[in-house]
């Protein structure tokens, strides 16, 4: 079934076919390829009004099912945020201004300001804003993207799985590289649709307008002004981990090809061939032992951190 958009976010095209007509849900929700390019996107588009209002007031609820974050959320938050410092820690220099988009609890902000970076970040959702403020002090504003004025000021910027969030992630990456100086980095991760990263019933969600591969991923990116540092992960993973730095030059490079390569690994596995999956096995053996350990020690962690943080303000 081919339905058409008003234009693709990546190359501009207009012709897309659709791939799924429901969410995880099993509710109503268009999704469709490009076949210019192989950008995977809700049909239609929400409009940057209606991104900005769910995301305010409705993500965390919706999505984790919380207005306050629990003690085992802050506990994976935290590792989480350290684990994006080791493999950061190498490309910057020593207090570099590091800046995230849509920062959630704020524990990257913290494990970036502890070790020495000039720390700060946003976050548009109110739910966890003043646990941040108020508990983590950390510096994160409730503001949106595009409330930030487009002048060189960071060395570093973070989208951590929050680029598939956006209405249109070209306007948001070239924001992004308004934000940087010269040479600046820009980190992204998000799911891989090339992996893929979920069975097909429980890919698409209102929350994702975008499903992104490496490839679509990459040209996005290019196409924005930056150019790929290192790939973190491989199109195995179920996620996306990359580093761009910003250059001058902005070019437009895709391959319709792209198109069929999505539509393909959407439909790769069935329940019992996603689920059998020795990769999958070992993820989900891991996943049991982090809940073991967070269920165990996450209270005790909390206590510890916030009393470190209240230490430091």
Request: proline share 4%; aromatic share 12%; charged share 20%.
């Amino acid at each position: 079934m081919q339905k058409r958009l008003t234009q693709c976010d990546l190359c501009g095209g207009s012709d897309f076919v659709e791939i799924s007509d429901r969410d995880r849900k099993g509710e109503e929700l268009h999704t469709g390829v490009c076949q210019s390019c192989g950008l995977v996107a809700h049909m239609p588009v929400p409009s940057e009004a209606e991104v900005a209002e769910y995301y305010a007031e409705h993500y965390r609820r919706d999505y984790h099912g919380e207005q306050t974050p629990s003690s085992r959320r802050i506990m994976r938050a935290w590792r989480n945020g350290e684990r994006i410092l080791t493999v950061l820690f190498p490309y910057l220099g020593k207090g570099a201004r590091v800046f995230e988009v849509g920062a959630g609890i704020g524990c990257t902000v913290k494990a970036f300001e502890f070790q020495g970076f000039a720390a700060s970040g946003i976050e548009p959702n109110k739910d966890f804003n003043a646990f941040t403020r108020g508990q983590l002090y950390a510096s994160v504003d409730n503001l949106n993207l595009y409330d930030l004025p487009v002048e060189p000021t960071y060395d570093a910027v973070l989208l951590i799985h929050v680029i598939e969030h956006f209405c249109s992630p070209t306007k948001a990456l070239n924001h992004i590289h308004g934000l940087l100086n010269q040479g600046g980095y820009f980190y992204v991760e998000c799911p891989n649709l090339a992996a893929p990263f979920a069975t097909f019933n429980r890919l698409f969600h209102y929350a994702h307008i975008y499903n992104f591969t490496p490839a679509t991923l990459v040209a996005l990116a290019k196409k924005c002004g930056f150019e790929l540092v290192k790939e973190f992960t491989d199109q195995s993973s179920p996620d996306i981990h990359m580093l761009f730095r910003r250059v001058d030059v902005k070019v437009l490079e895709v391959d319709a090809a792209e198109a069929d390569r999505s539509k393909v690994a959407v439909s790769r596995y069935n329940m019992l061939t996603y689920h059998i999956r020795p990769a999958y096995i070992l993820r989900r053996i891991s996943k049991v032992f982090s809940y073991l350990t967070e269920y165990l020690l996450a209270g005790v962690f909390v206590k510890g951190l916030l009393a470190r943080c209240n230490s430091k303000k």
